[in-house]
């Protein structure tokens, strides 16, 4: 265990400003506070906050972080208080202590929610001062070097799987690549033992084999350098066994077939010395297509700067290069915690969130602000930190970072909010492309937008950055919300109307307590959802209402499905709850199996938790319903005079002469007509004749009748009828 005295000489070492007071004060308080609590390894408790603050030394922290460290666990384990760490240690040490605290108090909670409300407050800690993140990460380091002295397995395993997909990926996101790996490494041989033995026993073997091969591999890269004038460091590093054995799982290849095990350093003075020696690298050995990278001139969203290269090197071995400045390497080892360092006396850091590489926590913040709940915000994180980059360019020329796999969706929103809420499409390298495309590296990115557009529910089964999709989420549920309550609203009014009682706010505000719920809205959406009936409001309003079923009203002789549709649907009535206007898909749906159209006589099922389905009145289905007479609702079409071009699908079944031309003359009839076919489907063929299914995209009824008299009078359409069930 590190002495006191050795701590600040330390600290001393690379910053001869440090409060060496504040440095003192923080170790005698914190292990009097301990006092004589111990750790499940038997070592007294206050080994442990001590360690921390060595690890940052290492990263050579100043001295308000490393008091932070040697105090980051008294106000949960001891009697101390935020208050009086300030009065004794300063604003600044406190609010840090503070920023840790919040954390460590449900960090080692079960509960899936209780780790997703973790690292909530991580992030939103971290967002007003990095070093929070670099005290908790060196905290869960060395809580990982000792994780193996805890005596349940399962406890053990959980803290693994949450260092693995949490702590990690911060660490790699902030350029922390040593910690990030150590952390992967002690996870990874919790987590899956048997498989680390086994990739570090080929390692071993390697090693055995090529014990002189490195050095030799070193010496002649550095022979060639020096040949052209070019003063390097080169050194040799082999990768971790959970980096080996993640990319033999994503690539599916065996270990024998691994290229890149050992990777090796090139440290130059200057950038362009970096370029220097890649082209000299380049013109001596045979470069490995698909290898190179340019990190330097477009940097990773942490800041990492290298050039990365495959060639077939010294002796004929496939290896990899990293070539970087002496400065870059820093970063590249130390990431955001180099910002923080002090070099000769002086911290060459500016604010603790400046710069490009914090761009992703800005955006890990904005989808704190529109997730629904914590898991949700955690899902759509994890999203944002595991994914490899691909690199995109807006036409003005500025670079965007976004995630493999990427689509014109997600770099809108990368973008800004508002452009990715009203895009309409993209123009991906000057061609309009379709918003679900896949980016690549290097694509020059247009979007398109419209003010009037809002995003499309469907978006979310494309994108794959967390921003987009928990945007996406939030207006599907606000304008769901809406359309639930516009949609309860006409249920209870009908429902009120049909016992001529009157409709109020106060009188729903008066029942709110039964249904348990905290606003008339609420109430309202729970009705248009069917969690609630409109007759229990109703009853709850206005006790000793007659409960009357719908079979009673109507007569027992007539079937319940058409008395119900009969009344809803008289023909040149318009009454019942209007749906016209109300997105597809959220409040209502339509049914599949009869694929209503304006100017059809329809009739509304519903379904709980879903709002309501509209069926036409004479489809099959709906004999299923003849004994659940509170699921039926009457509905009606109502004419959006704003978009009277509404699209709706509609099937047909249509038997079409098996000869050349004939599919063509189908399609041009449909265009024609101004209809648009979205799917086609060949039911069963015979040397004559195709049957199919076809689904039409129309206004309505009457323009899908026209489109049906056309294809019948087509001489390569045999028979059309529009499909039933």
């Known amino acids: 265990m590190i002495r006191q005295f050795e701590l600040v000489e330390t600290v001393k070492s690379y910053d001869p400003q440090a409060d060496e007071d504040l440095i003192n004060r923080a170790y005698v308080y914190a292990m009097k506070a301990h006092g004589s609590q111990v750790r499940a390894s038997g070592d007294p408790y206050f080994s442990h906050p001590l360690e921390v603050a060595g690890i940052l030394t290492g990263y050579r922290l100043d001295a308000a972080t490393i008091a932070t460290a040697l105090l980051h666990d008294v106000v949960e384990d001891t009697g101390a208080t935020i208050e009086e760490l300030e009065s004794l240690f300063g604003e600044e040490v406190a609010k840090l202590v503070d920023g840790v605290t919040k954390l460590t108090q449900i960090e080692l909670q079960s509960d899936h929610s209780k780790q997703a409300e973790n690292f909530r407050k991580l992030l939103l800690a971290m967002s007003e001062d990095i070093r929070v993140l670099l005290v908790k990460l060196s905290d869960r380091l060395h809580n990982m070097r000792t994780l193996h002295f805890i005596k349940k397995p399962e406890k053990r395993r959980r803290i693994a799987t949450e260092t693995m997909e949490i702590f990690s990926p911060l660490a790699e996101r902030i350029g922390m690549q040593e910690m990030k790996n150590e952390l992967d490494d002690l996870s990874f041989a919790e987590i899956n033992e048997e498989a680390r033995d086994s990739v570090l026993k080929r390692l071993d073997y390697l090693r055995d084999e090529g014990k002189t091969l490195v050095p030799r591999i070193i010496d002649e890269l550095s022979v060639t350098l020096k040949e052209h004038g070019l003063d390097a460091d080169i050194t040799g590093r082999e990768k971790t066994p959970y980096s080996i054995w993640r990319k033999m799982q994503k690539k599916d290849v065996p270990f024998e077939a691994m290229s890149d095990i050992m990777a090796f350093r090139i440290a130059v003075d200057t950038a362009e010395d970096c370029y220097k020696a890649l082209g000299i690298i380049h013109n001596a050995y045979r470069v490995v297509p698909g290898r190179f990278k340019d990190y330097i001139s477009v940097p990773k969203p942490n800041g990492y700067q290298s050039l990365h290269t495959g060639i077939i090197g010294p002796e004929k071995h496939r290896i990899e290069i990293q070539i970087r400045t002496r400065d870059m390497h820093e970063v590249a080892e130390n990431g955001v915690a180099a910002h923080w360092q002090y070099k000769q006396g002086e911290k060459v850091s500016g604010k603790p969130t400046d710069g490009k590489q914090y761009r992703w926590l800005r955006e890990l913040l904005e989808i704190l602000e529109t997730a629904a709940e914590p898991e949700e915000f955690l899902e759509h994180t994890k999203l944002e930190m595991f994914q490899d980059q691909v690199f995109c360019f807006t036409p003005k020329g500025d670079l965007i970072n976004l995630p493999q796999d990427a689509t014109p969706v997600d770099f809108a929103y990368a973008v800004h909010t508002e452009v990715g809420d009203r895009c309409v499409g993209a123009k991906i390298n000057g061609r309009m492309m379709p918003l679900r495309t896949r980016l690549k590296n290097g694509d020059q990115v ?191 079409w109502e004419q959006d005079e704003k978009s009277p071009n509404d699209s709706h699908v509609s099937r047909v079944h249509l038997t079409l002469l098996n000869v050349p031309g004939a599919l063509g003359a189908l399609s041009n009839v449909v265009a024609r007509g101004e209809g648009n076919i979205s799917n086609l489907k060949i039911v069963s063929r015979s040397a004559d004749f195709y049957d199919m299914l076809v689904d039409v995209e129309v206004r309505d009824v009457k323009h899908l009748s026209e489109i049906i008299a056309a294809l019948r009078a087509t001489p390569e359409i045999n028979s059309i009828e529009r499909a039933r069930g």
């Open 446 to 636: 247009d979007i398109v937008t419209a003010k009037t557009h809002t995003p499309s529910p469907t978006w979310e089964n494309f994108v794959v950055t967390g921003k987009a999709r928990a945007r996406i989420r939030r207006f599907v549920r606000l304008k769901e919300r809406d359309q639930y309550v516009e949609l309860g609203n006409a249920m209870l009014e009908r429902a009120f109307v049909e016992e001529d009682y009157p409709l109020t706010e106060k009188g729903l505000k008066g029942v709110l307590k039964i249904f348990q719920k905290e606003t008339v809205d609420d109430l309202i959406a729970e009705v248009g959802m069917g969690h609630t009936s409109a007759r229990d409001v109703l009853e709850a309003v206005y006790p000793g209402t007659k409960k009357e079923s719908v079979a009673r009203k109507l007569g027992k002789i007539v079937p319940i499905s058409k008395a119900r549709a009969k009344k809803a649907q008289k023909k040149g009535e318009r009454h019942g709850i209007p749906i016209r206007g109300l997105i597809p898909g959220m409040a209502v749906h339509y049914a599949g199996c009869c694929h209503p159209l304006p100017g059809d006589r329809i009739v509304g099922i519903i379904t709980t938790g879903k709002g309501v389905t509209i069926h036409t009145i004479d489809c099959d289905i709906l004999h299923q319903y003849e004994d659940q007479a509170e699921r039926w609702i009457d509905v009606s």
